[in-house]
T-cell receptor, first 111, second 116 residues
Framework: GQQLNQSPQSMFIQEGEDVSMNCTSS?????WLWYKQDPGEGPVLLIA?????ELTSNGRLTAQFGITRKDSFLNISASIPSDVGIYFC???????????FGKGTRLSVIA | GAGVSQSPSNKVTEKGKDVELRCDPI?????LYWYRQSLGQGLEFLIY????????KSGLPSDRFSAERTGGSVSTLTIQRTQQEDSAVYLC??????????????FGPGTRLTVT
């Protein structure tokens, strides 16, 4: 089946630093999504991308849908302690079909 | 408004017992999904319901797993004869059937299942 390769697996950064993580796939997706999961909670949608090349921001978060439709990245600027959590990329082919998830990037922010 | 709710939040069961996990989707959402998240892993698709269509069961790992959705709303995931490898967090999500950010999948808090 389809798989997403997400990197890095974990990151330790200082508060105020910028963060970048990415996801790649061997096959094309028509939608890329980025979710954040806090301990004991379900994933929460951060950004949704629907067009190849699309660059979308949500506050300090910026994500891009790669032009090949096989990759996406998420940047977080000026990190703060509440950014701590696990970030997942997810891809979908069409409509409301089930999502394919990466294995997540665990972010730790050192104050 | 109310989000997706799941119950119980935690379930400890003995190997070989059956368990039922419940999901209450967001009111009006026609699509409902079950995923499984093993420790340190991403989410693995299990089953998908859309309206009155036959469910997509392609992600169910074995015939011990089944799910129902009654009245197009509440869903129950049943695991029969549980095994230790079934231990995971089971997440439910729902969405409206359309496209756009407002129609993406919204997740419940999950049920943490531990099989001893």
């Amino acid at each position: 089946g389809q798989q997403l390769n997400q990197s890095p697996q974990s990151m330790f950064i200082q508060e105020g630093e910028d963060v970048s993580m990415n996801c790649t796939s061997s096959s094309i997706f028509n939608t890329w999504l980025w979710y954040k999961q806090d301990p004991g909670e379900g994933p929460v949608l951060l950004i949704a991308l629907y067009k190849a090349g699309e660059l979308t921001s949500n506050g300090r978060l910026t994500a891009q849908f790669g032009i090949t439709r096989k990759d996406s990245f998420l940047n977080i600027s000026a990190s703060i302690p509440s950014d701590v959590g696990i970030y997942f990329c997810a891809g979908r082919n069409s409509g409301n079909t089930p999502l394919v998830f990466g294995k997540g990037t665990r972010l730790s922010v050192i104050a | 408004g109310a989000g997706v709710s799941q119950s119980p939040s935690n379930k400890v069961t003995e190997k070989g017992k059956d368990v039922e996990l419940r999901c209450d989707p967001i009111s009006g959402h026609t699509a409902l999904y079950w995923y499984r998240q093993s420790l340190g892993q991403g989410l693995e698709f299990l089953i998908y319901f859309q309206g009155n269509s036959a469910p997509d069961k392609s992600g169910l790992p074995s015939d011990r797993f089944s799910a129902e959705r009654t009245g197009g709303s509440v869903s129950t995931l049943t695991i029969q004869r549980t095994q230790q490898e079934d231990s995971a967090v089971y997440l439910c999500a729902s969405s409206l059937f359309s496209t756009g950010t407002s129609y993406e999948q919204y997740f419940g808090p999950g049920t943490r299942l531990t099989v001893t």
